[in-house]
């Protein structure tokens, strides 16, 4: 632990002592022995004044069965691309739960940059992290994402939710066309689920309409 | 050149929804009716009751319905929708074996039979491919992500409020209803209970003239971050606490939040703005014809937050200072000509130049009844019902922003259209929580 002169931060202390702590001593609890509860508050207050300087912290959580799920609350909302570093380090390295965990957090911040590595454990035999990886593509949504979840679709309809939310991710970013390829591409099954057979349905409709 | 026949959106909606409002074929009813085996053996009776005899509808007009964490509220909620004819209650779903009990015992007291499944898997329930619809009870932190895999399974949606925990979840729940084209309802009531649905009448015909402030009765918004003392954790098929807990982050085990003092905890609750802003916050968003938007600022004045919408109205989320006897959820419209203030005892007070217009109701605010008839309606038409998930996103969405400008302690901008506040990072952060794995929404 650094010598900074400071007195060290207490463990035992109240949620409402934590939650006025500045980012140092947060990061000096996550880091020391302190209780659980200390250390998760820590994580939920780095949530909302966390920078690049918690990430270290909180990324070496990742694979902590108990807050794996705390430090990626942590990291989710920091600005910083870092925190997209650390996730797909950790997406290739965890299994199981604390994997999809931090597919669903690369998905959530739409990480361009973890495409590649997603195709790769979409197509790996965990069907769970298979799933979780074609959904975070689909939040993803961009053309890469798209290619990469047309090209498993033509083997699998299992994607076909993810190929929904991507087909409304390429529109928001003006790529109609492949939109419409994806869309085009779904319907083509004939063993889409009813209700994602309407969705695809409506949202090519939607989306050919001047 | 593409091989698919276009087929006309209106035609295949229609289609599609003929067979989603007969998706119980008379084979699927018996199936769920009859003893597993019964089929293949002894001469199959028919109960009339299948072919709509004595007065009952035939299997092909019911809807099917399952539960899912239902506890008292749902309870009451389940009652309701048990009075109606077409629904027929055949699964629950529960991470409380107690519960799943109760209600096996309900359902089947009712029909009379011994059919009704239980679940401790929410998986397993919205796989079945016979449940037409769902009532999702829960507590407040499963509600949007089992609305979100019960539209992506194909279902229709009543769920208890509030239906979010954050901006981002409202936003989430919104866009997975409408890219599935579920029917959502959300269990707010008073948007089908007379007194409101009267007073809000008077203010979009005029009646109050132009509209300059509504007020909301919300509750004092603090909640705490603490933990109970952990307790043994109880065997997985007594209580399954990695399930209760869901998207929420882990903590110790204490029989207090699986009994239902979860309330109050960050962690579990949406905390005291939204509690009754759900309600209240969503009438007053009604009242000003802002279904599809929000209020564009937000300051915490003590327990209370003062709002402005971009028409210039104004929104006060208040917890005190009601008139007496109204009852809960109340809700005061000022016009500039004139005011009225109403709440859940269905009593109502105007300004005198409008006493004329007082009308007497009796149906309580908190009666699910009408609600639930028109999310049994809008099942079987595919309209839209009042409380549907783009109003109800917005003004959970109203409720969310405020309460993060209380966390805060300071007066934010909110732009509705990109859904994000204007120039304060920090409240960028706060709008959402990321998700317990596995789950995701």
């Known amino acids: 632990m650094p010598d900074t002169g400071a007195a060290p931060v207490p463990v035992q202390l109240k949620a409402e002592e934590i939650m006025t702590l500045e980012q140092t001593k947060l990061i000096e609890l996550l880091t020391s022995d302190a209780p ?175 | 050149m593409s091989s698919i026949e276009i087929m006309p959106l209106d035609q295949l909606i229609s289609e599609e929804m003929a067979v989603k409002r007969t998706s119980v074929s008379r084979r699927q009813f018996l199936k769920a009716t009859v003893p597993a085996g019964a089929l293949a053996s002894a001469p199959l009776i028919i109960p009339g009751s299948a072919l709509g005899k004595n007065g009952a509808l035939p299997a092909s007009e019911r809807i099917v319905l399952g539960g899912i964490g239902i506890g008292s509220r749902g309870g009451l909620v389940l009652s309701s929708f048990m009075s109606q004819p077409e629904i027929q209650f055949v699964a629950i779903c ?15 007291e009712k029909y009379g039979n011994k059919d009704c499944a239980k679940y401790s898997n929410i998986h397993e329930i919205l796989a079945r491919p016979d449940i037409d619809a769902v009532l999702i009870a829960t507590g407040d932190r499963w509600h949007t992500t089992a609305s979100i895999l019960a539209a992506r399974a194909g279902k229709d949606i009543y769920c208890e409020k509030p239906c979010s925990m954050t901006i981002a979840e409202s936003l989430a729940l919104a866009d997975t209803v409408r890219r599935f084209g579920c029917v959502y309802q959300a269990g707010t009531q008073r948007r089908n209970v007379a007194n409101f649905t009267y007073v809000i009448g008077l ?18 918004p ?59 916050v969503d009438l007053c968003q009604w009242a000003n014809k802002a279904d599809n938007s929000a209020p564009v600022e937000y300051e915490p004045q003590g327990k209370d937050v003062i709002c402005l919408y971009a028409n210039g109205v104004k929104l006060v989320m208040r917890e005190g200072g009601w008139q ?89 901008k909110y732009d509705p259209v990109k859904n994000e506040f204007v120039g304060d990072a920090e409240a960028n952060r706060m709008r959402s929580r990321a998700i317990r794995e596995p789950w995701r929404v």
């Open chain 2, 222 to 280: 603090k909640v705490t971050h603490n933990w109970l003392p952990a307790q043994p954790e109880p065997p997985k098929d007594v209580v399954d606490w990695d399930a209760w807990l869901g998207p929420c982050p882990w903590r110790p085990f204490h029989s207090d939040y699986v009994r239902g003092r979860w309330r109050g905890y960050f962690d579990f609750h949406g905390g005291g703005i939204l509690e009754w802003g759900s309600h209240t």
């Open chain 1, 36 to 210: 659980d509860f200390a250390r998760a508050k820590a994580c939920q207050r780095l949530a909302v004044i966390g920078t690049r300087e918690a990430v270290p912290a909180l990324a070496a959580l990742l694979a902590d069965p108990k807050f794996s799920h705390y430090a990626r609350y942590g990291l989710e909302p920091i600005p910083d691309p870092s925190v997209d570093d650390a996730l797909r380090e950790a997406s290739g390295k965890l299994t199981g739960r604390l994997q999809i965990g931090v597919i669903n957090s690369l998905g959530n911040r739409r990480d361009t940059k973890a495409v590649e590595a997603l195709a790769r454990l979409m197509d790996g035999s965990d069907a769970d992290v298979a799933a979780a990886a074609a959904a975070a593509l689909g939040r993803i949504g961009d053309g890469s994402a798209a290619k990469e979840l047309q090209r498993v679709l033509d083997r699998t309809k299992t994607v076909a939710g993810a190929c929904l939310e991507c087909c409304e991710g390429l529109l928001t970013k003006g790529n109609k066309e492949q939109a419409l390829a994806l869309y085009e591409a779904l319907l083509l099954r004939s063993d889409l689920p009813p209700a994602v057979r309407l969705a695809a349905t409506r949202g090519q409709q939607a989306t050919r309409r001047p």
């Open chain 2, 324 to 412: 007496k006897d109204l009852g809960t959820c109340c809700v005061r419209f000022e016009g500039d000509s004139g005011w009225i203030e109403t709440g859940d005892f269905a009593r109502m007070n105007l300004s005198d130049n409008l006493k004329d217009k007082h009308k007497t109701f009796t149906e309580r605010g908190t009666t699910p009844d009408g609600h639930v008839r028109d999310f049994l309606n809008c099942v079987k038409s595919r309209a839209t019902p009042r409380s549907n998930a783009d109003a109800t996103s917005q003004s959970h969405i109203a409720c969310h922003a405020a309460y993060i400008a209380w966390q805060l302690g300071r007066k934010l």
């Open chain 2, 203 to 220: 203010v979009h015909g005029g009646t109050l003239g132009k509209l300059q402030t509504v007020h909301a009765n919300t509750q004092d």
């Open chain 2, 94 to 108: 529960d991470i409380r074996a107690e519960r799943r009990d109760a209600i096996k015992t309900k359902a089947d």
